[in-house]
Each structure stands twice: as structure tokens, then as C-alpha cells.
């Protein structure tokens, strides 16, 4: 709702640390999901995507894992870094031509 | 490769008042899209277009028109600002058939006072 959009779960990580950022979609059909990074003033960035056929893929220091039973994604960072501190968003295909439908997204700050 | 780019990067409007965002891509990508992020919150998508001449509504498409007359543009009109349009605005570009990457340009903050 609005109030949860407001007031970004945040998720505060050392450095060195592995993070793990969830998101739960919400529709059963979709074939797609794509995670996001987005730093402080700019368009978001795509980071790692997964078929609905998938459970989980392998990136260059993330993976991400799809539960479809209980309709939950999650985005595993290892070795956090400072510059990995941004918000990052879920988003779902939840039909053709790639139409996605974000998630509200989790704010990851990283101490040194 | 400029990438997507987007003017102009803030606008004040009064109510009642029109513009146009402009996007453009380098990419010759066939997809295009106009997204809106209110504060805090995800992106919710307006308009897209899978190639020149075709263009069709997203979730949120009230209060806005576009055109797509090329590959490379894809204009956002605003008719009638509303305070309720205050956001930042973000066009992306995709190669669409199998590749699901979307690009970002850097945004548009427009406020209507």
C-alpha cells in the first residue's frame, strides 16, 4: 500500500557481507522476472533475469532463486560492496511485449 | 552509443499547463516505454510501443498520449498537468523477440504546482 511505498524496507549490510533481498510477485502466470538495481538519481539497471521455468541463475556475483509455490524471488549478492549500496527492484512479465510490473523495492546500504 | 536519453531532466509546470517529455534511442530497438516512479514507490508503466506507427496503454495511461513516428522517438504528452502527475517519468528500450532487457534513460522530474 502507500504507506509500505513511503518507507522502503531498507536492508544495511556490512562490507564483505552476502545479501539477500526478497520480493514476492503476485501473479502466478507471469513467464518472466528481471531484478534491478537503481542508484540515486538515475534510471534503473538491469541486473539478472529468470524464466519461470528456472529455480535459480547464476550471475557474475548474484544469483537469484524463484519459488514459484509460494510466489517469491530473491536476489543473493555475495561479497557486498559500498557501490552495490542502490535500491533494487523486482519486476514481472506479466504478459506480452515484455509489459512488467515492478515491485515497491528494497533499499541496500552497505557500511565499510 | 548515446544509449536512451531523455530532456528534460526537470520542468516545473502550473496546473492546466501541456509539455512534452521527450526519449530517444540509439539502439534501433523495435520496444519502447514510458514509465512513472512516485516517490518511494516502483515504476508503473504509461505507454509503450513495439515499433513506429503501433502504440498501445500500460497500467497508468490516464491523462497522457504519445506517438511513435520513428524507431528512434517516443514522445509523452502531458495535456492539463494535475498535481497528480507529479513524478519522475522514465522512458526504456528494448530489442523485444528474446530479450527481455529493458533500457533506462536517466529520467524526467516534472512537479505541477
Not at chain 1, 531484478?35 to 519461470?52: C, N, T, V
Not at chain 2, 536512451?4 to 530497438?29: A, E, W, Y
Request: charged share 15%; proline share 4%.
Amino acid at each position: 500500500g502507500e504507506s509500505v511505498g513511503l518507507h522502503l524496507p531498507t536492508l544495511s549490510v556490512q562490507e564483505g557481507d552476502n545479501s539477500i533481498i526478497n520480493c514476492a510477485y503476485s501473479n502466478s502466470a507471469s513467464d518472466y522476472f528481471i531484478w534491478y538495481k537503481q542508484e540515486s538519481g538515475k534510471g534503473p539497471q538491469f541486473i539478472i533475469d529468470i524464466r519461470s521455468n528456472m529455480d535459480k541463475r547464476q550471475g557474475q556475483r548474484v544469483t537469484v532463486l524463484l519459488n514459484k509455490t509460494v510466489k517469491h524471488l530473491s536476489l543473493q549478492i555475495a561479497a557486498t560492496q559500498p557501490g552495490d549500496s542502490a535500491v533494487y527492484f523486482c519486476a514481472e512479465n506479466q504478459g506480452g511485449f515484455q509489459k512488467l510490473v515492478f515491485g515497491t523495492g528494497t533499499r541496500l546500504l552497505v557500511s565499510p | 552509443n548515446a544509449g536512451v536519453t531523455q530532456t528534460p531532466k526537470f520542468r516545473i509546470l502550473k496546473i492546466g499547463q501541456s509539455m512534452t517529455l521527450q526519449c530517444t534511442q540509439d539502439m534501433n530497438h523495435n520496444y519502447m516505454y514510458w514509465y512513472r516512479q512516485d516517490p518511494g514507490m516502483g515504476l508503473k508503466l504509461i505507454y509503450y510501443s513495439v515499433g513506429a506507427g503501433i502504440t498501445d496503454k500500460g497500467e497508468v495511461p490516464n491523462g497522457y498520449n504519445v506517438s511513435r513516428s520513428t524507431t528512434e522517438d517516443f514522445p509523452l504528452r502531458l495535456e492539463l498537468a494535475a498535481p497528480s502527475q507529479t513524478s519522475v517519468y522514465f522512458c526504456a528500450s528494448s530489442r523485444g523477440q528474446g530479450s527481455y532487457e529493458q533500457y533506462f534513460g536517466p529520467g524526467t522530474r516534472l512537479t505541477v504546482t
